[in-house]
């Protein structure tokens, strides 16, 4: 275009790239900044001890030789070696196995891997680039981004029309260059009404901005989290968001605050409470739990100066903790149905009365048998019941309430007992929370048959959380998670969105994409909502530039065929779709990027803006081919010169009509948008119209023959009559009728669709 000297209008393409490309930077930095302190409350701490000191530092501080203390939920961040206490590590992240490797003094501990249960601490023998997992992963430095159709929909657009534009510019070059050979005429004269049409026809196939548009929706939508104290950790998590349809919540802190408090503590068997009460104390404290019921018993009881010579810590998947001493025998304490032991007639009524009042309960069990592994005495029989209660949240109903509301189903899955869940799910509002099942004894070959019957899972394991999640799936579900705790990371991992809250275990956190670092469960729905907004006008917006590529690519080949047997070429240069590009696509995509909008995303990318594009491109396209079928039949009335004037005026006001249906349906604001929009349009072309030949003189210091002036969008009004306005006139008529009757036929076709899939 340069070598071409084609005059300034020419580059007025430019503009919008430009100032995409400022925004999106600008965005982009502002965003980054947001993050960036986000993370300095998010990122993984590590407490160390230091002169004898213990005191929280940032995982990226710690040096060799460092000693660590690590708990129950804490993802290791250095090779070390066990000093003092005993932990049960999950090893699952390096060596692909779901089992719990003991470790006890002398062990080492091997980073990426995290505590099941337990405390201790550790020095510290390896770190950065020396550590285990960091060996594996030298192997495959190459980082793998996650799977995501929008993404990889943005790929294959600009693959497949990068491709197709080298492509026939190369051959409309090669074509031209012959027929300039034939015909004698192959210089500068040649190639400067060459390129024109050449450039016309690649800048118009590229959706210019498109890419930069996706970016910048998303990062905008990470700052609009970061506000809100939401923690995005993959960028393109924020599409699964849109697409969600049924969310997860383990009950405790996310439905309840988490701040358990004892209620009760009845006796049986001839205890005394304060004893047993000093007991269960004295346990939980050398086990060195740190889960909310471990808190809330420390809290609650005195703790007696007796120790026990051995501990098992709480686990997950057993659901107990035991303590043995040598004067007394073996305490276990937990969920009572998990404990094989006695549970007299006025135990088990206790029981069944205190868990259908949505009390939590655990039961104390004992025996005189004294032991030191994890195999339990066989005459263990119920002394106590603890019951504990949970503070549903005071905004847990209004929220869950919106989920329901938006489409999202909700389904608590909790490792308590299914009544108690059910409970308190009833009373925060979960539909058929009546209805529960209790996952105990229930083989995972059956949660595929009863995963869509109940939205209350109690008893659940860990293995059991990722089982149901992927069980949603293979039903077609976008399912996300939220949890805090270990026993949720396998979900977490599992879901195609996972939300981890900031107070929970730092392996939790890691595996998360969104962390909300106030664990403020009310946000909850703002963070769906703000996926579904980003994406849909995402596909808004990328309907309109899909449009223009398609229009390019089809007239492109077409023009191209024609040129190869001595017909006419491409005819429009880049001027002509000046008003299409910055009105329509360029104020149209920006400005229905902004609005709010909470539907949710349904089928793929692709399909969506495809929908919309293919019909309006090939509306577009008509215009072309009837003004210049006509121009060719019918020369004496129509020039190829005027059909490209007619065609121009006729496929730009088409454009709007794309606008419109992207549009559709019409609120305040975009009602307010289309019209300012039109207004744009009508008053730029009244102001070319009149103004634009004397624009263009004045720009180009009146360097041109006055055979070559033309307007500021490349377009000889003067060439044009009142006939040839009228065929315009009913030609887009006609054109737009045509493109309501095929929207209107999509339409009903697609929703019959979607009432066929519902049915099924």
């Known amino acids: 275009m340069i070598a071409a000297q084609m005059d300034i209008t020419n580059y007025f393409f430019c503009v919008p790239v430009l100032c995409n490309m400022i925004i999106g930077l600008f965005t982009d930095i502002h965003t980054r900044h947001l993050v960036d302190k986000l993370r300095l409350v998010s990122d993984p701490k590590v407490t160390v001890v230091r002169e004898g000191k213990e005191f929280s530092i940032p995982a990226n501080q710690i040096v060799l030789n460092d000693v660590i203390s690590v708990s129950a939920g804490e993802q290791i961040t250095s090779d070390a070696i066990l000093l003092t206490g005993s932990l049960e590590m999950d090893e699952s992240i390096l060596t692909g196995e779901s089992i719990k490797v003991p470790k006890k003094p002398g062990d080492t501990i091997l980073s990426a891997s995290y505590v099941k249960s337990g405390k201790a601490y550790c020095r510290v023998t390896a770190v950065g680039i020396a550590n285990y997992v960091e060996g594996i992963q030298a192997s495959a430095k190459q980082f793998k981004r996650p799977n995501s159709e929008l993404k990889s929909s943005c790929l294959r657009i600009f693959w497949t029309t990068g491709t197709l534009a080298i492509f026939l510019g190369a051959v409309m070059s090669i074509t031209w260059v012959f027929h300039s050979l034939a015909k004698g005429n192959l210089n500068y004269d040649s190639y400067q009404n060459f390129i024109p049409s050449l450039s016309g026809s690649i800048i118009a196939m590229i959706p210019a901005g498109l890419y930069l548009l996706v970016s910048l929706a998303l990062a905008v939508s990470v700052g609009r989290l970061a506000k809100k104290k939401m923690n995005v950790q993959e960028l393109y998590c924020v599409e699964m968001l849109a697409r969600v349809d049924t969310i997860c919540f383990d009950k405790t802190g996310t439905i309840t605050d988490g701040l358990l408090s004892v209620y009760r503590l009845d006796v049986f068997e001839g205890f005394k409470s304060d004893e047993l009460e000093k007991t269960i104390g004295a346990i939980v404290r050398e086990t060195g739990d740190e889960n909310l019921t471990a808190r809330c018993l ?237 994406i849909n006008n995402l596909q808004r917006s990328a309907s309109l530039f899909l449009a223009k590529t398609i229009f390019a690519i089809v007239l492109s080949f077409v023009f191209l ?66 003004t210049y079928f006509l121009a060719l039949v019918a020369p004496d009335f129509m020039s190829y010169e005027q059909a490209r004037v007619v065609s121009t005026i006729s496929f730009t006001i088409l454009s709007y009509c794309l606008l419109a249906r992207v549009s559709w349906k019409f609120d305040a604001y975009r009602g307010t948008i289309f019209g300012v ?84």
């Open 298 to 534: 420390l809290s609650s009881f005195e703790i007696g100066h007796i120790e026990p010579d051995f501990a098992l810590p709480f686990d997950s998947d057993k659901k107990y903790a035991l303590g043995s001493f040598k004067k007394t025998g073996t305490f276990v304490y937990g969920a009572p149905e998990f404990i094989p032991g006695e549970i007299s007639p006025e135990g088990k009524n206790k029981i069944d009365s205190l868990t259908k009042k949505g009390f939590r309960v655990l039961g104390v069990f004992f025996s005189k048998k004294k032991t030191d592994s994890e195999e339990l005495p066989d005459d263990l029989k119920l002394v106590g019941i603890i019951s504990l209660t949970d503070h549903v949240k005071n905004d847990a109903r209004k929220n869950i309430e919106w989920f329901l509301n938006n489409g999202v189903n909700v389904k608590i899955i909790s490792g308590d007992n299914a009544a108690t869940v059910a409970h308190i799910a009833l009373e925060a509002g979960v539909k058929d929370a009546d209805k529960y099942v209790s996952m105990e004894g229930i083989n995972d070959s059956l949660i595929p048959e009863i995963v869509e019957k109940y939205n209350v899972f109690g008893r659940v394991k860990p293995e059991q959380k990722a089982t149901i999640i992927a069980a949603l799936q293979d039903k077609g579900h976008k399912v996300a998670m939220t949890g805090d705790g270990v026993n949720d990371i396998l979900a977490l991992k599992k879901a195609d969105c996972s939300i981890a809250m900031g107070s929970g275990s730092s392996a939790a956190r890691n595996v998360a994409h969104i962390v909300s670092v106030d664990n403020n469960f009310s946000k909850l729905p703002d963070v769906v909502a703000e996926g579904r907004r980003a």
């Open 561 to 626: 065929l024609s040129q190869m047997f001595g017909g006419v070429s491409y005819p429009f240069s880049p001027k002509n779709l000046y008003i299409w590009e910055i009105i329509t696509i360029g104020g149209g995509g920006f400005f229905l990027a902004l609005q709010w909008t909470n539907d949710r995303v349904q089928n793929g990318f692709m399909e969506n803006i495809l929908r919309k594009a293919i019909p309006g491109g090939i509306v577009q396209i008509l215009a072309v081919f009837i």
């Open 677 to 760: 929009l039109v207004i744009a349009g009508v008053s730029l072309f009244t102001l070319d119209y009149i103004y634009g030949e004397r624009i263009v003189a004045s720009l180009t210091h009146d360097k041109l023959p006055p055979d070559d002036l033309t307007s500021i969008f490349g377009l000889d009004y003067s060439s044009v009559d009142g006939y040839h306005w009228l065929f315009c006139i009913i030609m887009t008529l006609c054109l737009i009728g045509i493109y309501a009757l095929v929207n209107y036929l999509e339409t009903r076709s697609f929703q019959k669709g979607d009432k066929k899939e519902q049915n099924i």
